[in-house]
């Protein structure tokens, strides 16, 4: 399945491929790329046939370099709002039910690296480098600000967005930021059996994980176990077909309902 110039999609074995498709241009993402990545993710969501999304960058250069900055007027404010057209990127990719996955293949700066954060899992190649330099060009991280000390130490957070520096993948996966560095040449692949491991699994099972893990952040131990949100899947038609194939020793066939 194809999109519009700046947005390749491909569905494949329950899996979507979401790919940046600005190479000449470092996959910066321009207002046509926010609006068609707001428009793709909301639609992909509503997907029963998609159980993972996976986004990343053509080419081998960078997944994402951010807001493109050729896209600001002659006073050098932006032309476009930073989340497209409805509602921002960044918080569309992270409310969405269905798992995510960054695909890191390359420079994944400023709004590349928000759009990673946003994503469930990261995975990277080993030439790849991540981090906001919105200091540098006088812009704001408003998203990453929030985002990255919660997954990494809160100190070090604060350094890369007080610097603008991106680190390597190294100590990237030293840090948890990502959670896999691979060779360039086997990073897709990889990537594809991670996202085929997910989706396997009961779609009912995984979204109420999802929404219990990040609607139970911040809150004290206690109320955190009293939530219950996401899907019910204690009295799904996928919780007795989980059980009966244990039993027959036989892969289960998931339906999400």
């Given at each position: 399945m194809a999109r519009a110039d700046d947005i390749?999609?491909?569905?494949?074995?329950?899996?979507?491929?979401?790919?940046?498709?600005?190479?000449?241009?470092?996959n910066a993402l321009a207002r046509a790329t926010f609006a068609q990545l707001v428009e793709v993710s909301l639609e992909l969501d509503q997907d029963p046939g998609v159980k993972v999304v996976v986004y990343t960058g053509a080419g081998e250069r960078a997944f994402s370099a951010g807001v493109d900055l050729k896209e600001l007027d002659a006073a050098g404010r932006m032309t476009h709002p930073m989340g497209g057209p409805a509602r921002n990127?960044?918080?569309?990719?992270?409310?969405?039910?269905?798992?995510?996955?960054?695909?890191?293949?390359?420079v994944a700066a400023g709004g590349g690296c928000e759009l990673?954060?946003?994503?469930?899992?990261?995975?990277?190649?080993?030439?790849?480098?991540?981090?906001?330099?919105?200091?540098?060009?006088?812009?704001?991280?408003?998203?990453?600000?929030v985002v990255l000390p919660q997954l990494i130490p809160r100190g070090v957070a604060?350094?890369?967005?007080?610097?603008?520096?991106?680190?390597?993948?190294?100590?990237?996966?030293?840090?948890?930021?990502?959670?896999h560095v691979f060779e360039p040449a086997e990073l897709m692949a990889q990537t594809a059996g991670l996202a085929r491991r997910i989706?396997?699994?009961?779609?009912?099972?995984?979204?109420?994980?999802?929404?219990?893990?990040?609607?139970?952040i911040g809150l004290p131990t206690a109320a955190a176990l009293r939530l219950s949100v996401g899907p019910d899947p204690y009295n799904?038609?996928?919780?007795?077909?989980?059980?009966?194939?244990?039993?027959?020793?036989?892969?289960?066939?998931?339906?999400?309902?």
């Open positions: 390749e999609v491909r569905v494949a074995d329950q899996v979507a491929w979401v790919t940046i498709n600005r190479p000449q241009r470092m990127l960044n918080e569309v990719v992270l409310e969405m039910a269905t798992p995510t996955i960054a695909a890191i293949n390359g990673a954060l946003a994503c469930d899992i990261r995975v990277a190649a080993s030439t790849a480098r991540i981090g906001l330099p919105e200091a540098r060009v006088g812009m704001g991280a408003n998203f990453g600000s604060l350094e890369l967005l007080y610097t603008g520096e991106l680190i390597d993948m190294a100590l990237a996966h030293r840090l948890g930021l990502v959670n989706a396997d699994n009961a779609p009912l099972s995984v979204q109420r994980m999802k929404a219990m893990a990040f609607k139970s799904s038609e996928d919780r007795l077909e989980g059980a009966r194939a244990f039993v027959e020793k036989r892969k289960p066939r998931f339906q999400g309902r």
